[in-house]
């Protein structure tokens, strides 16, 4: 009897696990056709006739972003929509540009953990654990330094130098997912109640329409 329970706890933990990361690709690739009207999980594939080398390139991830913005930061991808070949690979790759002092803003990838290598500069990074620890496991990162934030769980970057930095994220997954913190919290369309977010965060009323106004 116990011993069944013991199995069944196994098996539920190897599930669980199975599906913690994409699917195994039962092919040797399956380059992303956009134009398919073929709806799959992931994007239905190009007859591997078709394909070329250029479907698993990009180039230009040596080029700074763009970080004149309110956060002083820069995305550039390398997801399925820049290499259609990395469908149902498993994994991507993003480039991140930090003005001095620049942030991303806490963040968290549903579906992927996330390794960062800093190629320029120093950032301090961070991530929060779950309830109800949600203790911060956080670093000063110098240029070749690798820090690793685990799936599912709220994190961020900021340049804390003079100058500025660029990292290097790849991912678990083909389509790690994003949910910004305050955009999902205070920038939804449309807004939770002010009465659920000033409860929330135990504010008045007036500071939570402050703050969904800049969104
Ligand atoms: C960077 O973005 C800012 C703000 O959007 C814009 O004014 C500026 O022209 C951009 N710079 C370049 C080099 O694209």
């Not at 992931?42 to 004149?68: E, I, Q, R, Y």
């Not at 002010?194 to 800049?214: C, N, P, R, S, Y």
Request: hydrophobic share 45%; net charge negative; proline share 6%.
């Amino acid at each position: 009897m116990s011993k069944n329970i013991f199995l069944c706890c196994i098996l539920a933990i190897t599930c669980a696990l199975a599906v913690a990361s994409d699917p195994a690709p039962l092919q040797d690739f399956c380059v992303a056709d956009f134009n398919s009207q073929v709806l799959v999980n992931g994007v239905a594939c190009l007859d591997p006739k078709l394909v070329t080398a250029d479907n698993f390139f990009l180039s230009g991830f040596d080029k700074p972003g763009n970080v004149s913005n309110q956060q002083g930061s820069a995305v550039t991808s390398a997801m399925v929509e820049q290499i259609p070949g990395l469908n149902t690979l498993g994994t991507s790759l993003i480039r991140f540009d930090y003005a001095p002092w620049g942030i991303v803003s806490p963040h968290m990838h549903p579906l992927a953990s996330e390794i960062l290598v800093v190629v320029e500069g120093t950032l301090l990074v961070g991530f929060v654990t779950s309830n109800p620890d949600n203790k911060l496991i956080s670093k000063v990162l110098q240029k070749g330094d690798v820090f690793v934030f685990p799936q599912g769980l709220v994190h961020f970057q900021q340049n804390v130098g003079y100058v500025n930095a660029f990292s290097y994220s790849a991912f678990g997954s083909q389509n790690p997912g994003v949910v910004l913190v305050p955009n999902t919290v205070f920038g939804s369309t449309p807004h939770i109640t002010t009465d659920v977010l000033a409860k929330a965060f135990q504010v008045d009323k007036a500071i939570v329409d402050q703050i969904e106004a800049k969104f």
